[in-house]
């Protein structure tokens, strides 16, 4: 890996496809009981939460689901028809571990998900729009991925959120008739007892239908 250890600041930096893979492959040896666990990580609980008490449905497909954070909290909700897609191989082993997913789908987002289009009645993701990730270029894809009136809850970093372009790309999306009954709650990503610089961090949750 570049000379960073897997953590939330290198994580951040991320710059490159290739970095991509070599953190998360690293930290997913890690990741839920340290970084997780340590920093009180409720983002993947809030986005679970906000998707059901809008009345999202199954079956669902957990974009950058990572080691399976959010559908842990989908499955206590009572949602169990979950796919689960991540560009780490070695993230969604972690996930497979816990007998979360029907199937998981190695795919990078910007490229594409090798699901057919309308397979799922809600979309969901926690994490994946952030510092150094990806942007609103991937929405097109995810709204392939749903169904006609399907429920998206997808969480983006409340600092990122007009920087990188999302406030326009959903404004598009509204006025051309890809989405409806968008709402935006912001949530704290972290909890009580959460240290370092990112502890007070706030992402919204873009809550929307396919059109």
């Avoid at 492959?25 to 997780?36: I, L, P, Q, S, V």
Wanted: with cysteine; proline share 3%.
């Amino acid at each position: 890996m570049d000379s960073k250890a897997p953590d939330l600041a290198a994580a951040y930096d991320l710059a490159s496809l290739s970095g991509t893979k070599r953190l998360y492959a690293e930290w997913a040896k890690t990741y839920d009981r340290g970084f997780a666990a340590e920093e009180k990580y409720l983002l993947p609980q809030r986005t679970a939460q906000a998707f059901v008490t809008v009345g999202g449905k199954g079956p669902v497909l957990d974009a950058g689901a990572g080691t399976g954070l959010c559908a842990e909290e989908l499955i206590r909700l009572g949602i169990c028809e979950i796919d689960a897609t991540d560009i780490s191989p070695e993230m969604l082993a972690r996930a497979r571990q816990k007998n979360l997913y029907r199937s998981t789908i190695e795919a990078d987002l910007l490229a594409g998900i090798p699901v057919r289009d309308g397979s799922y009645r809600g979309v969901i993701s926690s994490g994946t729009f952030t510092h150094g990730h990806i942007g609103p270029e991937a929405l097109e894809n995810l709204l392939r991925a749903g169904a006609s009136r399907a429920q998206f809850a997808l969480s983006i970093n409340a600092k990122f959120y007009h920087k990188a372009g999302f406030a326009e790309a959903f404004d598009r999306m509204l006025a051309q008739g890809q989405i409806t009954d968008l709402a935006l709650p912001k949530v704290a990503i972290y909890g009580s007892g959460a240290t370092g610089e990112h502890q007070h961090d706030t992402a919204l949750i873009a809550l929307f239908k396919k059109s």
